[in-house]
């Protein structure tokens, strides 16, 4: 049987078990937030959020490489220390495509890339077929090294490598390495 209490036993066990559950709970709150702290912590020391190349800031956003430069943010895949080996010939520079169409062939995901950072600069960015190279699309323009053309040309190859013939850009090898060495190039950041 169960003893009988008086109003006053029922209160103070009343304030005890609320006082234990407040404890319970701030113990609770306390062990979670120091939990979450120390793995946040430990991921964020595994993974580096800004580098530097010769001067330039970079800051790691999801999956790119952000630096702003003349007040626009700028997009890359890899930092320029990472494509230090890709080749590029020639000369390059954003002055080359002011108000000018720029063309493409081949569309692929890393023209993304270029048309980003051209945007403010070419005239628009549209995809042609380059003459005397097979078109999937025989309902694109043909177009000729007379106008300006960036060629994705053969992803197979084991190095990339930018070239430029005339007023065409061939970009061969990894085409994402490709693009951001073209305009790191054109930035004379690498």
């Known amino acids: 049987m169960r003893k009988i209490q008086t109003a006053q036993q029922l209160e103070k066990k009343r304030k005890r078990n609320n006082l234990i559950l407040v404890i319970v709970m701030v113990a609770l709150i306390c062990l979670s937030s120091l939990g979450y702290a120390i793995m946040s912590r430990d991921d964020n020391t595994n993974t ?4 530097v190349y010769g001067g330039v800031k970079f800051e790691k956003s999801g999956n790119y490489w952000i630096t702003e430069i003349n007040s626009k943010l700028f997009y890359f895949t890899y930092l320029p220390q990472e494509i230090e080996n890709a080749t590029i010939i020639g000369n390059y520079s954003f002055g080359d495509y002011y108000q000018q169409p720029v063309y493409v062939v081949n569309q692929n995901p890393a023209v993304g890339s270029i048309s980003y950072a051209l945007q ?3 005239l628009r960015i549209q995809e042609v077929c380059m003459q005397g190279m097979e ?3 025989k ?3 043909v177009k000729t090294c007379s106008d300006k053309i960036i060629i994705f040309n053969n ?3 084991n190095v990339t490598q930018i070239k430029k013939e ?3 850009i061939y970009i061969d090898g990894n085409f994402f390495e490709g ?4 305009i790191y190039r054109m930035l004379n950041i690498a």
């Not at 580096?48 to 580098?51: E, G, L, R, Y």
């Not at 693009?179 to 073209?182: A, F, G, I």
């Open 48 to 51: 580096v959020n800004t580098a």
């Open 120 to 122: 403010d600069v070419a």
């Open 135 to 137: 078109c999937s699309n």
């Open 139 to 141: 309902d694109l323009p």
């Open 155 to 157: 992803p197979n190859l």
């Open 166 to 168: 005339n007023n065409c």
């Open 179 to 182: 693009v951001d060495k073209l």
